[in-house]
């Protein structure tokens, strides 16, 4: 999270306008895209292989040969990729953003604290205490976890190998 807002300074420094990561509120309203289905694209039972980068068969690629698949995943799909796989593969959703479901969960400027969402709490204020909201599931992730209301949190400096991040440019 920390690089990721850093990203967004330097490109806000470069271009003259402002950048910065969504708030969790825009980002579920640009994942929604207008539906009331827990993925954009259906519901968890959809066959994503087609639509989204999630946990399927070949997510077991990364158990050692020998070892048990122990990595919890869809065994019945294929997505053809493993981990992340190039931005735009998979279908846009009906507001043409790609990926907002798998291939790599992604930061939002917002402070992890319990629903109801209230912007006013000062949870979107980048400075606020505590850690950081991630949406949109990876490749790691079953539909369950990359559903458009799903939420994780991470410490703002913590790594993730199936996080990143979108910005966004705000207008006056």
């Known amino acids: 999270w920390e690089q990721a807002m850093e990203f967004c300074q330097w490109l806000s420094a ?5 950048f910065t990561l969504p ?3 825009q980002w579920e309203y640009a ?4 539906t009331d289905s827990p993925l954009s694209y259906g519901d968890c ?4 292989g087609q639509l989204a980068n999630l ?17 919890p995943c869809i065994g019945e799909v ?7 796989d190039d931005v735009g593969k998979y279908p846009a959703n009906a507001w043409g953003l790609c990926d907002m479901h798998g291939n790599a969960a992604e930061w939002t400027r917002t402070a992890y ?8 709490d000062g949870r979107d204020d980048p400075a606020a205490d505590g850690t950081k909201s991630v949406r949109g599931g990876s490749f790691y992730d079953r539909p369950h976890r990359a559903r458009s209301a799903f939420r994780q949190h991470y ?17 006056e």
């Open 78 to 84: 294929d997505d053809g990729a493993i981990v992340t």
């Open 113 to 120: 604290r319990p629903y109801p969402y209230d912007s006013g």
């Open 55 to 71: 946990a399927d068969q070949r997510l077991t690629n990364l158990c050692r040969r020998d070892s048990p698949k122990w990595i």
């Open 23 to 25: 708030t969790e509120a």
């Open 155 to 171: 410490p703002a400096w913590q790594r993730a190998s199936s996080v990143g991040f979108r910005v966004v440019m705000e207008i």
């Open 45 to 48: 039972t959809t066959d994503f």
């Open 31 to 34: 994942c929604r895209a207008g």
């Open 14 to 18: 470069k271009t003259g306008r402002k």
